[in-house]
Nanobody
C-alpha cells in the first residue's frame, strides 16, 4: 500500500525555523507531484506549497519568501523548510502526493508557533 509519513513538527517560537519531512512508499516517486497542505482549527485545509515531478514549485502568498519545498527522489522524500515562522502558521501540516487519478495523504504533523 501507499503510505506518506510526515515528521518534523513541533513547538517553536515566532521567528524560528522548522523542517518538515515526508517519506513516501510510492514505487515510482519521481513521477508524482508532491505538496504540503495545512489546516488550522475551524479553517479549511489550504495548499501551502507544491513541487512538480520536474521540480517546478508553487507557494501560497502567505508563505512566499519564508518557506521552501524540495524533494529528494533517491530517498522518496519531500521537505518543507519553514523560516521566520509566525503564530498564524500554527496548523496541522499534511503531505500530499498525486499523479493523474491517484492521490494520497499523510496523517499530518502538528506545527505550533508561539509569540
Amino acid at each position: 500500500q501507499v503510505h506518506l509519513v510526515e515528521s518534523g513538527g513541533g513547538l517553536v517560537q515566532a521567528g524560528g525555523s522548522l523542517r518538515l519531512s515526508c517519506v513516501a512508499s510510492i514505487s515510482i516517486f519521481s513521477d508524482y507531484a508532491m505538496a504540503w497542505y495545512r489546516q488550522a482549527p475551524g479553517k479549511q485545509r489550504e495548499l501551502v506549497a507544491a513541487i512538480a515531478s520536474g521540480g517546478g514549485t508553487d507557494y501560497a502568498d502567505s508563505v512566499k519568501g519564508r518557506f521552501t519545498i524540495s524533494r529528494d527522489n533517491a530517498k522518496n522524500t519531500v521537505y518543507l523548510q519553514m523560516n521566520r515562522l509566525k503564530p498564524e502558521d500554527t496548523a496541522v501540516y499534511y503531505c500530499h502526493g498525486y499523479r493523474g487519478r491517484y492521490n494520497y495523504w499523510g496523517q499530518g504533523t502538528q506545527v505550533t508557533v508561539s509569540s
